[in-house]
């Protein structure tokens, strides 16, 4: 991984029986000059190879990893002691000149530790002209999970060594639940009483809002649509936090020289040590973010409500249309790639009264968004009811917070307790309170589950880990499910598949299907269906898309869906980039919903740098179908693509960081005159596809009765009122009027798909293009 001389975005042209797999394969079109996909036999294969020379890249190190080396978890604590060197001593001049040593190069020499020589030809030495030497400064972070570690860490050499600790002039503490009030700990630090002791502490530091920007979007939002947005959770006071942590421990008086730490204070170590606690962040003033709302974006708020009553009759009969209508749908996080400062990366939590909790994806945080979507109290029901994680592929912005969803899950229905005996499938309808919690994926979001369990004990005795086969295209058999082997347990003894009609006791659900979609190496697509109600005509069935082309399987899977969540990255003016790094465009999921006869649509996975939305326009003039999906609009991955390793590859980093061209790496223009021979209904309207004063993009809606829903973060909407969002969208469009484009703190450059920096105004003086995240 470190000693390698790989390279991402380096051909080799090689004898295709010299090719290690596995590796996605090119040639070069004799015609075109261009690179293109090889279909043939491939090396491994049962077919002969032919006589020719491809264009491949060497295997990644990391994909010829079956798994970890077995491991045990790791039961130390990291800390931490950071000392400056020390400083020279001041120069002084006129001592250097009593020497005899000549101003210029030689005064310079000497202030860098140097010897010189005067005029007599004596040696000068630095230290005969300088000062006393300046001790260096330093610090320690000290992190204690817990009170069984509060020994073992103050009673380390290094911290009673005066050598080691002399000009240390700060502890910094990361303290678990419960530590900072021991009284071992407070000894401690009254025994360093020359040392400023920062606090980082469930029971020392109020629960405040960080991450203002989301917030006062989130307060604005709530002024708009108080029904759906509510300010995040938090308290500027209480001490100890209301948390998970049920550790009940009494108010802790911390030591004179000890501060609880806080946003913005800061440590200066030299040319003197001084703490800048006067830096501190000031609280986010609530009443001064909804002061600042204007007043036209309230009226216009005022007049959705009002709209709302006024519309009340058919509202309610679109509502009837929807099984279990108080199903909830929210919007953890809604963006693309990184988190950012409007939006997390992708989570949605569905709840269903008298059901359970599902999570479709776990991006990275995503605990951190539910603890700001509910309080304490609410927060452990959502955990204790949590039945299933679905996650639809492994970038890292989709799964890389499920270990730490799972571990909270784990702490409050099992008491951070492991179960010893791996599940049984014949038995698993019997002992569900053994387990409770079911993660369905690819076998490579299980595996990688598996080996981070022997790091950490996160949970994962206790969850089921279920592998999921896809529909494939001319088959009836449907998705089946089955405990995912792993390397303890590479082969199940009898029966390894969950049998559909213990889904309802296992899962919660009637039946589960999922399908290949267009995107990274085992990328899926699910729709899972609930048990009917006798009251009901039809069952709940909520179908979510991950990242994604448009798919017509999707379609088929998702068919009759109550509410299809699907992303929707880029805007349709840059189709030609939503087909490069396989995703998929507003219009496009919109098409997608419309072909599935959906009853809503939730938009989410939006690029985080703009705020903007879109207004949607349902089209009622007998244009029923989505040009952008003809033909040509879907990628379907075929049973051909499971065969082939090139689907390994994603096509979006290939666009960024390869000079080629690929078959559907075409411009965002040519795209869209090809996809829309035919001007817009509205293109010389006041309501144009891109109004350029109000940054409004008009989308059209190809189903007079599927309503959307654009989410934000935080929002929790009921499936049986999402008809009412429609109603705001005048007030929204209002109050994003003006995106802003999000730049980092201190970073004047931007990253493109490689992850390396780009200038703010492009390269060669071209025009900055702007883009949504992949």
């Not at 103050?154 to 700060?170: F, G, I, K, T």
């Not at 802790?252 to 040319?271: E, F, R, W």
Request: proline residues 7%.
């Amino acid at each position: 991984m470190f000693n390698s001389d790989w390279k991402f975005d380096t051909l080799v042209e090689k004898h295709i029986s010299e090719v290690e797999m596995p590796t996605a394969i090119y040639i070069r079109n004799p015609d075109t000059k261009q690179l293109e996909n090889y279909r043939g036999p491939r090396p491994g294969g049962a077919d002969p190879l032919p006589d020719l020379k491809v264009l491949t890249r060497t295997p990644w190190p990391g994909a010829l990893v079956q798994g970890l080396p077995p491991t045990v978890p790791a039961s130390e604590s990291m800390s931490y002691i950071v000392r400056t060197h020390p400083m020279r001593g001041k120069f002084d001049p006129n001592r250097a000149k009593e020497l005899g040593v000549k101003p210029g190069r030689d005064f310079a020499t000497l202030t860098t530790g140097a010897s010189v020589r005067n005029a007599k030809g004596e040696t000068i030495t630095s230290d005969m002209v300088l000062g006393p030497e300046r001790p260096g400064q330093g610090f320690a972070v000290l992190d204690v999970p817990s009170v069984e570690y509060i020994e073992p860490v103050v009673n380390r050499e290094e911290l009673l060594s005066c050598s080691v600790m002399q000009d240390v002039q700060a502890c910094i503490w990361i303290l678990g639940p419960g530590v900072s009030g021991h009284p071992i700990l407070q000894q401690f630090m009254q025994r360093l009483d020359q040392v400023k002791h920062i606090i980082s502490s469930l029971d020392t530091c109020p629960n405040r809002l960080a991450l203002e920007s989301v917030a006062a979007q989130t307060i604005r939002l709530g002024q708009v649509d108080a029904e759906r947005y509510h300010t995040p959770f938090h308290d500027n006071t209480a001490v100890p936090q209301k948390s998970l942590h049920s550790i009940a421990i009494h108010d802790v008086v911390s030591p004179p020289n000890a501060t609880a730490a806080d946003k913005g204070m800061k440590i200066q170590l030299m040319p003197r040590f001084y703490f800048h606690e006067e830096q501190v962040v000031p609280l986010l003033d609530i009443p001064a973010v909804e002061q600042a709302t204007p007043p036209e974006i309230l009226e216009l708020a005022k007049a959705a409500r009002k709209a709302i009553e006024q519309d009340h009759d058919a509202l309610q009969e679109w509502r009837q249309k929807i099984p279990r209508p108080n199903t909830e749908v929210i919007t953890l996080g809604t963006g693309s790639a990184l988190p950012s400062k409007y939006r997390n990366v992708s989570a949605t939590l569905v709840r269903v009264p008298g059901v359970g909790n599902y999570l479709f994806d776990c991006g990275e945080n995503t605990l951190g968004q539910l603890q700001r979507v509910f309080d304490p109290e609410e927060l452990v029901d959502v955990l204790r009811n949590l039945r299933l994680i679905w996650i639809s592929h492994l970038h890292a912005d989709h799964h890389l917070g499920t270990t730490s969803v799972i571990k909270a899950w784990y702490g409050v229905v099992h008491s951070s307790v492991p179960v010893r005996t791996p599940p049984i499938i014949a038995s698993i309808p019997t002992v569900t309170h053994m387990y409770g919690l079911s993660v369905i994926s690819h076998e490579g979001m299980l595996g990688w589950l598996h080996d981070y369990s022997s790091v950490e004990d996160f949970g994962y005795s206790r969850i089921l880990p279920l592998q999921i086969s896809p529909v494939l295209s001319g088959t009836d058999s449907g998705s089946v499910l089955e405990l995912c082997p792993t390397l303890r347990h590479p082969t199940y003894d009898g029966e390894h598949i969950l049998r559909q009609r213990d889904y309802e006791t296992v899962l919660g659900l009637s039946d589960i299907q999922a399908c290949l979609v267009a995107h990274c190496r085992g990328a899926m697509a699910v729709s899972i269906t609930f048990p009917k109600l006798l009251s009901e005509p039809d069952p709940l069935k909520i179908s979510y898309s991950g990242d994604c082309r448009p798919s017509m399987k999707f379609v088929e899977i998702g068919r009759n869906s109550t509410v299809l969540i699907h992303e929707a990255t880029f805007d349709d003016e840059l189709l030609g980039d939503a087909k490069a790094k396989k995703h998929s465009t507003t219009s496009e999921a919109l098409g997608i919903g419309a072909k599935m006869n959906a009853k809503a649509v939730v938009l989410t996975h939006f690029s985080q740098r703009y705020q903007k939305i879109p207004v949607l326009e349902t089209v009622d003039n007998g244009e029923q179908e989505d040009p952008l999906l003809g033909p040509n609009g879907a990628e379907d991955v075929t049973e051909e693509a499971v065969v082939e390793e090139d689907v390994d590859v994603d096509v979006g980093l290939m666009a960024d960081n390869m000079d080629m061209v690929t078959a559907n790496a075409t411009s965002s223009a040519s795209v869209r005159q090809h996809s829309h021979p035919r001007p817009h209904p509205h293109s010389h309207s006041q309501h144009q596809e891109t109004n350029q004063e109000s940054n409004e993009q008009v989308i059209k809606v190809h189903s007079k009765d599927m309503k959307v829903a654009i989410a934000f973060d935080y929002m929790r909407v009921k499936t049986g009122d999402i008809a009412q969002l429609e109603k705001f969208t005048h007030a929204l469009s209002k109050l994003f009027a003006n995106p802003e484009e999000e730049k980092g703190e201190s970073d004047e450059s931007e990253r493109n798909g490689n992850g390396k920096k780009t200038s703010l105004d492009g390269q060669s003086g071209k025009k900055k293009k702007a883009k949504r995240n992949n």
